[in-house]
């Protein structure tokens, strides 16, 4: 295990690397750019480190005012290709 103290933490957007990120969606789709994650900081031997962290996803929580939504899947997939077309 690595342990840095965070000075700084940026992201950045890059395509997929097939070693370290998922190259489809869980709906199945393509997955074409996939954000990273970098933390800057010392480790505990002083050491400068900086961590590129894979596989964290934004997401979206919708409320329903029932247990049951419709059109989620509907809307889960349309969410899904916008966000890739987005890059």
């Given amino acids: 295990m690595i ?6 933490t ?7 690397n097939s ?3 998922p190259v489809y969606s ?5 997955i074409k750019q ?3 994650i970098r933390i800057f900081g010392p ?3 002083g050491k400068k480190v900086c961590l590129h962290l894979h596989g964290i996803f934004p997401y979206l929580l919708i ?12 809307l889960a997939q349309s ?4 966000i890739n077309l987005s890059f």
């Avoid at 342990?3 to 700084?8: F, T």
């Avoid at 940026?10 to 997929?16: E, L």
């Avoid at 409320?63 to 509907?74: A, L, M, V």
């Fill in 3 to 8: 342990s840095v103290r965070i000075v700084l």
């Fill in 10 to 16: 940026d992201h950045y957007v890059t395509s997929v």
């Fill in 19 to 21: 070693r370290f990120d």
């Fill in 26 to 30: 869980k709906l199945r789709h393509p």
């Fill in 34 to 36: 996939v954000p990273i």
């Fill in 43 to 45: 480790n505990e031997e």
């Fill in 63 to 74: 409320k329903s005012p029932t247990d049951e939504i419709r059109y989620g899947e509907q």
């Fill in 79 to 82: 969410l899904d290709m916008a």
